[in-house]
């Protein structure tokens, strides 16, 4: 059994679509979406279309409800998100369910902690950041994250949210994985404290999981895509820290000033 895992794509089409074409060629039984669908400046109405004709189970972030509750307009990507989903696109999203079951049970998929879609369950923000020096957030200990599951538990824990591509096994044997983001591969956030994160290169990433004879099993990987026209869009449209971090995996020098 193979599931391949894709979250937080933040309406990046043409990413979405390089991954889609590797998850084609490594034959998976079963695909994902994690949630984070179409908040951004790119392709968000057509991001939605896209994924609805494919019957993907999937997942509402955080992203989702606050898309579908701001006022259209430009400004935000949650905004400018608003003012170009239609009817039916709006419909779609809104129902979405927070989190769901797969393989009989055998994996749990939620955005960010079970219950809480803002909240990350493999990294934690800490109060020192820094430019060049501390990102202002690190990997969670393993009592963090049983604190944050709360007795949740399965053979696989999937989740989103952070952006960090990361694959964990835990103490008592669960696997945890988060596949990192589709298309945005940095990004700078002030909540709980200004932290800042990069994959440090432009490739839209995604997980492959595998069952064998002695368990699960994660690969994280990563596909090229042309990141430079998505960085154009971004910038045409006036998001010039999107623009720098779809080309970089970076964010952008002095992007909390």
């Known amino acids: 059994m193979r599931v391949a895992l894709v979250s937080d794509i933040h309406g990046n089409l043409p990413a979405l679509q390089a991954v889609a074409a590797a998850i084609e060629a490594a034959r998976a039984d079963l695909v994902l979406n994690l949630g984070d669908i179409a908040s951004g400046p790119l392709w968000p109405r057509e991001t939605v279309a896209w994924l609805a004709g494919r019957g993907w189970p999937t997942i509402?972030?955080?992203?989702?409800?606050?898309?579908l509750a701001a006022a259209p307009?430009?400004?935000?990507?949650?905004?400018?998100?608003?003012?170009?989903?239609?009817?039916?696109?709006?419909?779609?999203?809104?129902?979405?369910p927070a989190a769901l079951q797969a393989c009989e049970g055998a994996l749990q998929a939620f955005h960010g902690v079970p219950g809480d879609d803002l909240r990350g369950l493999l990294e934690t923000v800490t109060p020192g950041y820094a430019p060049g020096a501390d990102p202002g957030v690190r990997p969670a200990t393993e009592g963090e994250v049983d604190r944050r599951l709360?007795?949740?538990?399965?053979?696989?824990?999937?989740?989103?949210?952070?952006?960090?591509?990361?694959?964990?096994?835990?103490?008592?044997?669960?696997?945890?994985?988060?596949?990192?983001?589709?298309?945005?591969?940095?990004?700078a956030h002030d909540r709980p404290h200004r932290h800042v994160v990069e994959s440090g290169s432009p490739h839209a990433r995604w997980a492959l999981l595998e069952h064998r004879a002695d368990g699960w099993h994660a690969e994280l990987r990563q596909a090229a895509y042309d990141w430079d026209g998505a960085a154009r869009r971004a910038a045409a449209l006036g998001f010039a820290d999107w623009a720098h971090e779809l080309a970089t995996g970076r964010t952008r020098p002095g992007c909390f000033s």
């Open 73 to 96: 307009g430009a400004g935000s990507d949650d905004a400018f998100t608003a003012a170009e989903l239609g009817p039916a696109e709006r419909g779609w999203l809104a129902a979405l």
């Open 60 to 67: 509402a972030g955080n992203h989702e409800r606050q898309a």
């Open 150 to 187: 709360a007795g949740t538990r399965a053979a696989v824990l999937v989740c989103g949210h952070t952006h960090t591509p990361r694959a964990r096994r835990l103490a008592d044997g669960t696997l945890v994985v988060n596949p990192g983001s589709v298309g945005r591969p940095a990004y």
